[in-house]
């Protein structure tokens, strides 16, 4: 069935087992760019960009041959699981799908291949039709999170939110101390939350994403919580150009967690270089390889970006005001008390 909301068109998936997956079919190829002329609200969504965010985000086990060590990308495991697929759209989606909406969208190209369009806002005609190969396509699976009626979400806008406008600018494009007033605005005024911000923000530029309008977090734990990074499908569009932009958070308020800026500092390294990692960890996808050699070299472009901020912001206020210890203390003092 068609998932409704969101501007392009995305299916749920549901197996034999009753399980259930949200499916992005393919409508890029890999080597292809976000045209130049492109607004950020009108990029293609990206499967690709889906998978290569979520082993960005994660927790990655595997042993580097020269020092056998448990490497680690970001590790904020803040991304549900997606994995890349080829899906007989035949067999599993046509002669399968009650969505009659989406069945009459069905049809056979001139090059005997079989497509379909769905329907939604971007992209969901004739012209834009998805065909396969001549009835397989590529796509991306993600895992859906727990059931509403089991873990509430709270959907949450992104103070840097951009205007989604061809002509006006939002607040933090214009006022460079923005920062100051987000952080006096509950719930950024305490706990972690601007603290996951950056976090995002770090990884929204790692992958070239504008698309971050608003955010999610689990209902229960208040502000005791984690950002959920929900919908990377924009990410990993343009490989030769840097986006600037979307820094401005970490620019503006100069804070970052003491882990994340270790791990960055890590993945500066030549012998953990983070395109390496990524590389290595995408491979093990069944629709390998996942990004284009140039997207992975923009990663690490981006990230001596991204750690030239940091270190400015530390020669401009100071190391302890700009580097956030997060290391839990207090764990060893209660160990050696016991």
Not at 80 to 109: C, H, Q, Y
């Amino acid at each position: 069935a068609m998932k409704s909301g969101g501007t392009q068109l995305k299916l749920i998936m549901t197996f034999q087992n009753y399980g259930q997956a949200l499916f992005k079919p393919m409508k890029q190829t890999r080597e292809q760019e976000t045209p130049p002329d492109f607004f950020y609200f009108s990029d293609y969504e990206r499967h690709n960009a889906e998978i290569a965010a979520f082993h960005l985000d994660r927790q990655v086990k595997q042993i580097c041959i020269k020092r056998k060590v448990e490497i680690l990308i970001l590790d904020f495991r803040r991304v549900p699981p997606v994995a890349g697929r080829l899906v007989n759209m035949t067999r599993e989606i046509r002669d399968v799908t009650r969505d009659k909406k989406l069945w009459r969208t069905f049809f056979i190209s001139p090059a005997n291949n079989i497509c379909f369009y769905g329907e939604c806002s971007y992209y969901c005609s004739t012209e834009h039709a998805l065909c396969g190969k001549p009835d397989q396509i590529e796509g991306s699976l993600a895992a859906f999170l727990p059931d509403l009626s089991l873990a509430k979400r709270k959907t949450w806008r992104n103070p840097w939110r951009r205007s989604y406008h061809k002509r006006k600018k939002a607040e933090w494009e214009v006022d460079p101390d923005y920062c100051e007033e987000v952080k006096q605005t509950p719930p950024y005024d305490s706990g972690t939350r601007i603290l996951d911000i950056m976090d995002m923000t770090v990884f929204d530029f790692l992958m070239g994403n504008m698309d971050r309008h608003h955010y999610e977090t689990f209902e229960k734990f208040g502000n005791e919580t984690f950002i959920i990074h929900l919908d990377n499908g924009r990410g990993f569009g343009k490989y030769s150009h840097d986006e600037l932009s979307i820094l401005v958070p970490l620019n503006q308020c100069c804070r970052i967690r003491k882990s994340t800026y270790l791990r960055l500092q890590l993945l500066a390294k030549e012998e953990y270089k983070l395109s390496l990692l990524m590389k290595e960890s995408l491979l093990k996808d069944k629709i390998a390889p996942i990004l284009y050699q140039p997207h992975l070299e923009a990663m690490d472009r981006r990230l001596r970006i991204v750690l030239k901020a940091v270190s400015d912001c530390i020669e401009k206020d100071g190391y302890d005001n700009v580097v956030e210890n997060d290391f839990n203390t207090d764990v060893n003092t209660v160990t050696t008390e016991r």
